[in-house]
């Protein structure tokens, strides 16, 4: 609680890894790596990486050339150890892109060199032309989704998994050595569906919506995140919630916004005002349960 008695909000930084997301430039290592530590050392709760390959802007935007970003799981790892009280995130992995079975080994890796700092987020992808262009099968990406998460969450939770599935296999497959939680990092599902609903509430430790932006925006999420938690059988109260939302902050501007609109398929309507306008927002967040 804060000291008004109002809910308290962790706030956390997604970091601009994407070309041309700095006044038009790409920002490269050492720039992130500045913004990360100026985002610690200031008191922000968590850094996020996005994992995208290469956006095909062309899709969406005809005539623009596509927009790739630096690879998540090398970042994060960077990040891990150049950080020291910082929580950090992916926002989120694209099941799809790598092994579950490594990822996991990937993720619990990245938790030890942390020192128990990372949030596991997990989505099954948003953008069949990505898949496409960096050979990835695109068909069934729910079910692929669900099977993977079954391999991650067994390995991350009880150190072993036996799975056979239509898509993936782990026969008999161990995760050693173990990092340094007992049941791994939380897992986040990014999720935009009810049947990502549905297992967001059966699988993860935290549910992430975004980018709705504003607070009146998130009230039927949450409705449909507490259903599903219903429908499976658990007390809603027992999962995380999160969103992302976009800030316009005064003097700085979203870089690449019109990309972003056509992306999300929805139109955007980042946070703006004053620092004050932007907290009190963000509290109605925190009001509603976030």
Not at 61 to 74: D, F, N, Y
Not at 144 to 172: K, N, P, S, T
Not at 219 to 246: K, N, S, Y
């Amino acid at each position: 609680m804060s000291a008004t008695g109002a809910p308290s909000l962790k706030v956390g930084l997604l970091l601009p890894t994407y070309e041309g997301m700095v006044d038009g430039e790409t920002p490269h290592w050492a720039d992130l790596l500045a913004l990360a530590r100026h985002a610690e050392a200031v008191g922000f709760d968590s850094l996020w990486v996005v994992d995208h390959l290469v956006i095909p802007v062309g899709q969406f935007v005809p005539g623009a050339q596509p927009m790739g970003a630096w690879e998540c799981w090398s970042l994060l790892a960077a990040l891990a150890a150049a950080t020291t009280r910082i929580e950090l995130g992916s926002l989120v992995t694209c099941t799809a892109f790598r092994n579950p079975a490594l990822l996991a080994k990937m993720a619990d890796t990245v938790d030890e060199i942390s020192g128990g700092r990372l949030t596991l987020g997990l989505g099954a992808g948003s953008l069949p032309a990505e898949f496409a262009a960096c050979g990835y099968p695109a068909d069934h990406r729910v079910d692929r989704f669900e099977e993977a998460l079954a391999i991650i969450r067994g390995l991350l939770r009880d150190g072993q998994v036996d799975f056979v599935g239509r898509h993936y296999q782990a026969r008999e497959c161990e995760l050693r050595p173990r990092g340094p939680r007992t049941g791994g990092p939380p897992i986040l599902v990014g999720a935009r569906s009810p049947r990502m609903d549905r297992l967001a509430a059966r699988h993860a430790d935290v549910w992430n919506a975004a980018w709705p932006n504003r607070a009146e925006a998130l009230v039927a999420r949450l409705a449909a995140i507490d259903a599903a938690c219903q429908e499976v059988g658990r007390d809603p109260a027992t999962l995380e919630r999160t969103v992302g939302v976009m800030v316009d902050l005064p003097g700085v501007g979203l870089s690449r916004d019109w990309i972003w609109a056509k992306i999300v398929r929805e139109p955007l309507k980042p946070l703006t005002g004053s620092a004050g306008e932007i907290a009190a927002e963000l509290q109605s967040c925190a009001d509603l349960g976030v």
